[in-house]
Antibody, heavy 122, light 107 residues
C-alpha cells in the first residue's frame, strides 16, 4: 500500500497549485480519501474529503471556495486544486485514507503518504 | 464540524511511566475514534481505530477506551520510541477532524 503525493511548490500569494496523490496496493475506488495539512510546528488539520463512489465532497471552512478535491478512480489518483492561496495555506499536505467503518486489520492499509510541501510566500 | 479537544497539550514523562491522554468531542462520535502517533519530522501513523482496536504491529502497551464524547489513550509503560505527538481523529462524519495533539516529552 502506498500513497505518493506530488505537486507541492513555492507559490506567491494569490497563486494556484494542483496537488496529486498516486495510490497503489489497495482498492482505491472503494475508499473515501482526504487531504490533511500540517503547518510548520502545528497540528494536523483536516482539509477535504471525497467519497468513493458518488464523489461527494466536503471542505474545511478555511479552504471552502478556494480548494477543490477530485479523484480519478481509473488511474488511482487523488487531486487537490488550490487557488487564491494565502500565507496561512503554507503546510505539508498529506494524502490520507479515511478509515472505513467496516475496516479491520484483515485488510492491511497504510493510511498516510509522506506529504508534499506547499509554501505561499512572495 | 465536530470539534475535538485533547488534554494535556504537552506531557512530560519518564521511561516506564503510565501515560493517559484524553480526547473530547463536541458531540457524540459513537465509537468512531482513531489515535495516531507522529514521531518528530515524520508522517503520522495509525495506532488505534474504532476506539480500542490496535493497528497491526502496534505494541500491546497501547490501549484505547471510551465512547460518545470522551476517549482515552493509555500507554502502560512508556518506551523510548513512544516520545512523539499523538492525535485523536473522529470519523463518524466525512469532515474527519483531529484534536490539536498531545506531545509526549522526556522528563
Amino acid at each position: 500500500v502506498q500513497l505518493l503525493e506530488s505537486g507541492g511548490d513555492l507559490v506567491q500569494p494569490g497563486g494556484s497549485l494542483r496537488l496529486s496523490c498516486a495510490a497503489s496496493g489497495f482498492a482505491f475506488s472503494g475508499f473515501a480519501m482526504t487531504w490533511v495539512r500540517q503547518a510548520p510546528g502545528k497540528g494536523l488539520e483536516w482539509v477535504s474529503t471525497i467519497t468513493p463512489y458518488d464523489g461527494r465532497t466536503f471542505y474545511a471552512d478555511s479552504v471552502k471556495g478556494r480548494f477543490t478535491i477530485s479523484r480519478d478512480n481509473s488511474n488511482n489518483a487523488l487531486h487537490l486544486q488550490m487557488i487564491s492561496l494565502r500565507a496561512e495555506d503554507t503546510a505539508l499536505y498529506y494524502c490520507h485514507i479515511l478509515i472505513p467503518r467496516s475496516w479491520t486489520t484483515d485488510y492491511p492499509l497504510e493510511f498516510w503518504g509522506q506529504g508534499t510541501p506547499v509554501t505561499v510566500s512572495s | 464540524d465536530i470539534q475535538m479537544t485533547q488534554s494535556p497539550s504537552t506531557l512530560s514523562a519518564s521511561v516506564g511511566d503510565r501515560v493517559t491522554i484524553t480526547c473530547r468531542a463536541s458531540q457524540s462520535v459513537d465509537s468512531w475514534l482513531a489515535w495516531y502517533q507522529q514521531p518528530s519530522g515524520r508522517a503520522p501513523h495509525l495506532l488505534i481505530y474504532k476506539t480500542s482496536n490496535l493497528q497491526s504491529g502496534v505494541p500491546s502497551r497501547f490501549s484505547g477506551s471510551g465512547s460518545g464524547t470522551e476517549f482515552t489513550l493509555t500507554i502502560s509503560s512508556l518506551q523510548p520510541d513512544d516520545f512523539a505527538t499523538y492525535y485523536c481523529q473522529q470519523y463518524i462524519t466525512n469532515s474527519a477532524t483531529f484534536g490539536q495533539g498531545t506531545k509526549v516529552e522526556i522528563k
